[in-house]
């Protein structure tokens, strides 16, 4: 009987030296489009909520982290942390929300020395449509 081993190992080798060597596809070269709103996927129910994250003068933030703590379930007994950064816009989206918390969704966005806040009540408003004004962190 004759081994497959060492037939094996030469391919393998050979295909291996084909990935280090071949060209990146242009797909791989290619930069995220900073015009699409990230999407952060909770999977815990059929709520969402739109951000749009600005300035005093309204002007978009860009990356601005925006953070969400949830407990939900049976006896609010699970928590789920969230957190996603914001496009060129100012824009940001969480799906898979709960539409029962116990005490609603409460979501902070900071970018540098600047914070600001956003609550939702998803009882109320499945759906929601906010809007994060950031100001520089008081002292």
Known sequence: MHSKAPLFALISSFVLILMTFAPASPAQNS??????????????????ADFTVTDNAGAPIYDAKVRVHIVYGFMYARKLDLEQGTNIDGKARFTGLPSRTKKGLFFQATQG??????FVDPDKTCKADLKIVLEKKSQ
Not at 31 to 48: K, L
Not at 113 to 118: F, L, P, T, V, Y
Request: net charge negative; with cysteine.
């Open 113 to 118: 020395d600047r914070e600001g806040s956003a």
């Open 31 to 48: 930069a995220p489009n900073p015009y699409q709103v990230p999407v952060m996927n909770g999977g815990i129910g059929d709520c969402s």
